[in-house]
């Protein structure tokens, strides 16, 4: 089990930022390791919401009235990192990713702790926080709901559904967080379906808006700080394949088997 205790305590913001990015390199390490797997991992978008997740579970993972959902569910392997290195799962999990009867399967398994909505379809992970989020407030409760997207999963007509049920019960304790990292499966978003002024396409649907650098995690902490009184939407631009120089922002990365010596070599330059 991991040591993450010291996130819990009062310690100065500037420790606690250098304690995050040092976890967000563990994080990759994990991730690499997963990708050197028999069966290899969705690596660059795994690469590219590690920052953000890891923001996210120092905020939220001992608070039992939020739920965070990972809707892009290909990026599995960097839920698991982060949850592994937050100790809220016990076993490595790049011990046993993608072998059979592993629990670590390739897209979320709600059958492990802290995995509510097992993902993979992509657009469904948004409704279900979204129907979450508007129980809670049927009920009176103070639960948020928190989702992580893609930008190529807004293509999913279901994206937008929610957003407009969102509009409508006016569900404002949710939290959508968007991995803009401008590549999906078969290639740049911008060439296979651009999407333009995203920022006044979330306002229609009366969102609050705001645009971060997702890999910045000063930058991360502070949106998850914001008061909204509306639902709240995160832009965050990050690079597919961050942290690792011989992929970065290319979407052939987008899934990956690699040897071992290629593992290696990856983690070596993460230092």
């Not at 599995?76 to 790049?94: C, R, V």
């Not at 409508?168 to 967080?177: E, L, V």
């Not at 651009?194 to 229609?204: G, K, M, T, V, Y």
């Not at 971060?212 to 394949?241: F, S, Y």
Request: glycine share 10%; with cysteine; net charge negative.
């Amino acid at each position: 089990m991991n040591n993450i205790e010291t996130l819990y305590e009062p310690i100065p913001h500037a420790e606690h930022l250098n304690n995050l990015v040092a976890i967000t390199q563990e994080a990759r390490k994990l991730i690499i390791d997963m990708a050197a797997s028999e069966t290899g991992c969705h690596i660059g978008g795994s690469l590219s919401v590690i920052d953000l997740l890891i923001g996210v579970y120092s905020k939220y993972a001992k608070d039992e009235n939020t739920v965070i959902v990972l809707s892009k569910g290909h990026t599995a392997a960097a839920l698991y990192a982060a949850l592994y290195l937050y100790g809220l799962i016990e076993d490595n999990p790049a011990d046993s990713y993608g072998e059979k009867g592993s629990l670590f399967t390739g897209h979320p398994n709600h059958k492990l702790p802290h995995i509510p909505f097992s993902t993979g379809s992509l657009g469904h992970g948004i409704p279900y926080a979204a129907g979450w989020a508007l129980g809670q407030k049927v009920k009176n409760l103070d639960g948020l709901g928190i989702v992580l997207g893609g930008d190529g999963e807004l293509q999913e007509g279901l994206c937008w559904e929610t957003a407009q049920i969102i509009q409508a019960k006016s569900i404002s304790n949710f939290i959508y967080i968007i991995d803009c990292n401008g590549g999906q499966n078969d290639g740049y978003v911008r060439d296979i379906s651009p999407l333009n002024n995203l920022r006044a396409r979330f306002e229609s649907f009366g969102f609050q808006v705001e645009e971060i650098d997702g890999h910045n995690m000063e930058q991360i902490l502070a949106a998850l700080e914001l008061k909204h009184e509306k639902p709240l939407a995160l832009l965050a631009t990050t690079v597919k394949g961050k942290g690792v120089e011989a992929i970065e922002g290319n979407p052939d990365a987008h899934y990956a088997k690699i040897p071992p010596r290629v593992a290696s070599k990856w983690k070596r330059s993460l230092g």
